[in-house]
């Protein structure tokens, strides 16, 4: 065997290796990261059934939005979902979510609860940890979604059989403008 011949097939295996251990590192970042914000939705699942009695009582119209919210919250806990399925099942989640906060704003006597303002919080608190948890997480989707996508990485992404992560999306309620008066009483 020619020693030129032999040098570049080091280059190439080096090469391959080189792509191949790239794509092991950007598929372990985005698995890191949607562990992180697993523990943070898992702490958004532990709120909703308290989240849920508190209003119960006040809420008389918005019984169909509650149950919506506690069968998205079973679903998005299931296990056995795949990767882009619990992805998904979270994204319905939060845009329910937000529906029920928005719903809320209909009942004074419930915002005026202190255990609903304790729970109000706690959510607050949670949903600002999601968001920058997203942001982590989808950023490490987009690196790892290019190096699925990209020559030449693509093609041994193919017999790796990685495929495209989904990304956790911003809600709705989320891109709406906040009032400002309406966080000091004023309509």
């Known amino acids: 065997m020619n020693i030129g011949l032999l040098g570049v097939l080091l280059v190439l295996i080096f090469a391959l290796a080189a792509i191949y251990n790239a794509l092991i590192k950007k598929r372990n970042y985005v698995d890191e990261a949607f562990s ?12 909703i059934p308290n989240l ?30 795949t990767f882009n399925e619990k992805v998904v099942a979270e994204n319905q989640l939060g845009q329910a979510f937000g529906s029920i906060m928005i719903a809320i704003e209909k009942y004074p006597d419930l915002k005026a609860n202190m255990d609903f303002m304790q729970i109000q919080n706690t959510i607050s ?14 950023s490490k989707v987009v690196d790892f979604n290019n190096a699925v996508d990209m020559f030449p990485t693509n093609l041994m992404a193919k017999l790796m059989g990685l495929a495209r992560r989904l990304f956790f999306e911003i809600q709705d309620t989320e891109r709406e403008n906040l009032e400002v008066k309406t966080l000091f009483g004023n309509k």
């Not at 009695?53 to 296990?79: I, R, Y």
């Not at 608190?125 to 989808?138: L, P």
């Open 125 to 138: 608190d949670v949903e600002f940890e999601t968001s920058g948890a997203r942001k982590v997480y989808n």
């Open 36 to 47: 992180v914000m697993n523990g943070i939705l898992k702490k958004r699942h532990d709120l």
């Open 52 to 81: 849920i009695e508190t209003v119960k009582a006040s809420m008389t119209h918005e019984g169909d939005l509650l149950v919506k919210v506690s069968e998205l919250s079973s679903n998005a806990m299931n296990p056995n979902l």
